[in-house]
């Protein structure tokens, strides 16, 4: 079996599933959306989207 068999992306797929969908579910209740798991996927990009996700004001609190 070579590096790019069909058992690996299957292995890859089941992982990134496993690992992905509850943080987007988390995203998606605190405020934000989704498409910001694929952030965290790029190796320089997940740096900037975890400093801006542990510094910004959080979405779903209501400051009254």
Known sequence: MGAFSIWHWLV?????LVLGVPFARILRRAGYSRWFVIGFVIPVVNLFALWGLAFAPWPAIDKR
Do not use: D, G, M, S
């Not at 890859?12 to 990134?16: K, S, V």
């Open 12 to 16: 890859l797929i089941i992982y990134a």
